[in-house]
T-cell receptor, first 111, second 113 residues
Framework: NAGVTQTPKFQVLKTGQSMTLQCAQDMNHNSMYWYRQDPGMGLRLIYYSASEGTTDKGEVPNGYNVSRLNKREFSLRLESAAPSQTSVYFC??????????FGDGTRLSIL | GEDVEQSLFLSVREGDSSVINCTYTDSSSTYLYWYKQEPGAGLQLLTYIFSNMDMKQDQRLTVLLNKKDKHLSLRIADTQTGDSAIYFCAESDYGGATNKLIFGTGTLLAVQP
């Protein structure tokens, strides 16, 4: 009963490096989401995918790209990491109006 | 734009009731949610309420919604030390394929033994 699985759990990058955060869900959900969580700011939506083959920008998309590889997988890419992207990243999924289910997060530090 | 606000911190004694409050601005909100986040973990859905409801009770949890004032509260009865966590209020305006959430900043609940 995995739910939403994110990899890696932790990562340290140097400024300018690139990285892809992986997310997979096994609940056959159509919609998937990427959020970032920063102290005192709650969670903010980066990108989302309503269904396989579609992606849309959220509140804070700059510096990120996404790929909805198939119905199960939704990846988040940082092409040139910046210290301002140090954060905890959460992936979530849901179906229709049902609540979102969240992964355990990826803790990313950029030096 | 839409906004969700919460107080940052609440401290209670074990066995007391906790009440965490939330206000939101989007009058077209369809669903309102409470999530719990323990240290180093993801978000766990506690409960949610549809906007045409006033109250929902689930064991120790009671959610009250005042739609006129755009005010949501979560009451935890008989609070335990295991309830210590950050609690997030979130609202959504489900209008089609996705159910995007707008989160509050979170309320840190500290339960004193």
């Amino acid at each position: 009963n995995a739910g939403v699985t994110q990899t890696p759990k932790f990562q340290v990058l140097k400024t300018g490096q690139s990285m892809t955060l992986q997310c997979a869900q096994d609940m056959n959900h159509n919609s998937m989401y990427w959020y970032r969580q920063d102290p005192g700011m709650g969670l903010r939506l980066i990108y989302y995918s309503a269904s396989e083959g579609t992606t849309d920008k959220g509140e804070v998309p700059n510096g990120y790209n996404v790929s909805r590889l198939n119905k199960r997988e939704f990846s988040l890419r940082l092409e040139s990491a910046a210290p301002s992207q140090t954060s905890v990243y959460f992936c979530a999924s849901n179906e229709g109006p049902q609540p979102q289910h969240f992964g355990d997060g990826t803790r990313l530090s950029i030096l | 734009g839409e906004d969700v606000e919460q107080s940052l911190f609440l401290s209670v004694r074990e066995g007391d009731s906790s009440v965490i409050n939330c206000t939101y601005t989007d009058s077209s909100s369809t669903y309102l949610y409470w999530y719990k986040q323990e240290p180093g973990a993801g978000l766990q859905l506690l409960t949610y309420i549809f906007s045409n409801m006033d109250m929902k009770q689930d064991q120790r949890l009671t959610v009250l919604l005042n739609k006129k004032d755009k005010h949501l509260s979560l009451r935890i009865a008989d609070t335990q030390t295991g309830d210590s966590a950050i609690y997030f209020c979130a609202e959504s305006d489900y209008g089609g394929a996705t159910n995007k959430l707008i989160f509050g900043t979170g309320t840190l609940l500290a339960v004193q033994p």
